[in-house]
C-alpha cells in the first residue's frame, strides 16, 4: 500500500477516534436551560415600546467525561488516552486491510484476463503489474524451474521443488495479509477490560471523596459514579468496532487466500507440464471459476 494511502487512512482513523470522544464529552458537557415565559407579566405602559427578548442559560454540568478529565488523575486520563490510542489503531488498520483486500481481488480479475491467455508463463506475468502477489508467485514459480541446480537441490525432483517454491510463495501473501488483525483482535477483547479499569479507579476515587466529605446523599453519589461509568461505556464504544471488523477482515480474508491457493495450484500444473498454456484456453479449474 502506497505511503499516500497509508497515510489518509491514518488521518480518517484519528478523525473518526477524535470525533467519538469529542462526541462523548460535548453530549454531558452542558445543558441549555429554556427561560421559563413571566407569568402574568405586567403589560407596558401606553406609547412605550418594549423589546421582550427569551435568553437561553447555558449551564455548566458538573458531571460528564469533560469533569472526569479535569478532575481524574494522570491514571484515569491515562486509561482515556489509551482507548483512545486503541480506537484510532483499530480503524487505520480496518482502512488499511479493507483496500489491501480490495486491490488483491481486483488483482485477481486481472489474472483471469491477462494471465491465462498468454503465450507462456513468462508473458503472462510480464502483463501483470510489478509488485502484486500474483506476479510475486508467478515469478517465485519461474524461478523454481530455472534455478534447480545444486548438488542437494538436485536430490528434489522438479515437481516436489516447484510445489515448495510455490507453497512459500503463497504462505508468505498469507502472512502479509495476516498483518494488524492480531492488533484488532486484542483491541476487541482487552478495551472492555481497561474501561472497565478506568471505571474501578474512578468509583474507587468517588467514594473516597465522599467518605472523607462525610456526605452519601443521592446527588454526591450519582455524579462521580455516573462519571466512572463512562470509562464502560467508552471501552465497549471502542471493543466492538474492532470485533466486527476482526471478523469482517477474517472473512474476506479466506476468500483472497483460495484466490491464491486456486492460482498457485493452477500455475504448478503448467510449469510441470512444460511451461506453456493455449492462446485462448486456460486450466480447467481456472475457466470454472
Do not use: C
Amino acid at each position: 500500500m502506497k505511503i499516500t494511502n497509508r497515510l489518509t487512512a491514518l488521518a480518517v482513523a484519528a478523525f473518526i477516534g477524535i470525533a467519538s470522544v469529542a462526541a462523548l464529552v460535548a453530549a454531558p458537557g452542558t445543558a441549555h436551560a429554556q427561560a421559563a415565559e413571566p407569568a402574568k407579566a405586567p403589560a407596558p405602559p401606553a406609547g412605550a415600546g418594549q423589546d421582550v427578548t427569551t435568553q437561553k442559560e447555558v449551564v455548566e454540568n458538573p458531571y460528564g467525561l469533560e469533569a472526569l478529565w479535569k478532575q481524574g488523575d494522570f491514571i484515569s486520563r491515562g486509561v482515556l488516552i489509551i482507548l483512545v490510542i486503541m480506537s484510532m489503531g483499530s480503524w487505520y488498520i480496518m482502512f488499511v486491510k479493507v483496500w489491501e483486500q480490495s486491490k488483491l481481488f481486483r488483482q485477481e480479475r486481472e489474472v483471469r484476463a491477462k494471465f491465462w491467455v498468454a503465450n507462456s508463463v513468462s508473458d503472462g506475468a510480464n502483463q501483470l503489474k510489478e509488485g502484486t502477489a500474483f506476479r510475486y508467485i508467478a515469478e517465485s514459480g519461474i524461478s523454481s524451474t530455472q534455478h534447480h541446480e545444486g548438488k542437494l537441490l538436485e536430490q528434489i525432483d522438479l515437481n516436489t521443488w516447484v510445489t515448495m517454491s510455490l507453497q512459500r510463495a503463497v504462505d508468505n501473501v498469507a502472512s502479509r495479509l495476516q498483518d494488524g488483525l492480531a492488533f484488532l483482535a486484542t483491541v476487541g477483547s482487552t478495551s472492555p477490560f481497561v474501561g472497565l479499569f478506568g471505571t474501578v479507579w474512578g468509583i474507587y476515587h468517588a467514594l473516597t471523596a465522599i467518605g472523607i466529605a462525610g456526605q452519601a446523599s443521592i446527588d454526591k453519589v450519582a455524579g462521580p459514579v455516573g462519571e466512572a461509568l463512562i470509562m464502560t461505556a467508552f471501552g465497549l464504544a471502542v471493543a466492538v468496532p474492532a470485533v466486527l471488523g476482526y471478523n469482517w477482515l477474517v472473512r474476506r480474508n479466506k476468500v483472497a487466500l483460495e484466490y491464491l491457493r486456486n492460482f498457485g495450484a493452477d500455475l504448478h500444473m503448467v510449469l510441470v507440464s512444460g511451461g506453456g498454456v493455449g492462446a485462448k484456453r486456460a486450466p480447467q479449474s481456472v475457466a470454472a471459476r
